[in-house]
């Protein structure tokens, strides 16, 4: 354990600690920071607290410690997080109602959406507001060749969803 993961948990050890609360600037719990970060160690100290909110999202752009996991790729912390019972595992952001799982197929994250599609509350076809792309139109943009192939393996992925503009997926891409 390192001097970060000490100091954490002899915070958590006090009585007068509250886990959730978030910083004044961003609104950032001390969840939300481990989980973008990529603390797995403080991340395992904190969940099986009662007191930690697993859905808290940041103040900035809405983003849940599931979804910043997501978009950074961080799959263990993502794997512990979707082991909770409480925990919502298709939140979208506040800003472009970006889901986890649009962000972990954006960025090539391909364990990660994999985990992500075997919740089954987890829509692998809700679009984003910004540009109404889904995770499947985001990961053929992006030449994600494998993340489109396992996109395309389900029965409820639809390749001819149109974004805002009217445009489907276009062949060039996939």
Known sequence: MNRHERIVKMLLQRNDTNPNTPD?????????????NGHEEVVRMMLPRNDVNLNTPDTEYGRTPLCCAAVKGHEE????????????????????????????????HERVVRMLLEQSDVNP???????????????????????????????????GKANRWGHTLPLSAA
């Open 77 to 108: 912390i993502v794997r512990m997080l979707l082991e909770q019972t409480n925990v919502n595992p298709d939140p979208p952001d506040t800003k472009y109602s970006r889901t986890p799982l649009l962000w972990a197929a954006a960025n090539s």
């Open 24 to 36: 004044t600037e961003y609104g950032q719990t001390p969840l939300w920071c481990a989980a973008t």
């Open 125 to 159: 076809d809700t679009p984003n507001t910004e540009s109404g792309q889904i995770p499947l139109s985001c990961a053929a943009l992006n030449r994600h060749e494998r993340i489109v192939k396992i996109l395309l393996q389900r029965n409820d992925v639809n390749p």
